[in-house]
């Protein structure tokens, strides 16, 4: 079972920028296309970047986050990226990593808090 670790998240004032990072144990992560997920409070899980490729080259993005986040990956180290700038309060959430089929079980998740 692949087991994903989130990290990265925190507290950033609005229009500030945050890094995620996601790891995969196993070695089958280069094969399947990623996706970050979020979950704000009371609301249900979205997906708001997806990397369609192993080689990271196709990507696309949420119309909400388009332009102010970027999704890259390296598999030699089996992580997955989510640069987010221009950050504002909506973006708050839980955010996850996971195939774009949801296909392992989910990982804990990395709290982002943006301030207005």
């Known amino acids: 079972q692949v087991q994903l670790v989130e990290s990265g998240g925190g507290l950033v004032q609005a229009g500030g920028s945050l890094r995620l990072s996601c790891t995969a144990s196993g070695s089958v992560f280069s094969t399947f296309p990623m996706a970050w997920y979020r979950q704000a409070p009371g609301k249900g899980r979205e997906s708001v970047a997806r990397?369609?490729?192993?080689?990271?080259?196709?990507?696309n993005y949420a119309d909400s986050v388009k332009g102010r986040f970027t999704i890259s990956r390296d598999n030699a180290e089996n992580t997955v990226y989510l640069q987010m700038n221009s950050l504002k309060p909506e973006d708050t959430a839980v955010y996850y990593c996971?195939?774009?089929?949801?296909?392992?079980?989910w990982g804990q998740g990395t709290q982002v808090t943006v301030s207005s």
């Open positions: 990397i369609l490729s192993g080689t990271g080259a196709i990507t």
């Open positions: 996971n195939t774009i089929s949801s296909a392992w079980k």
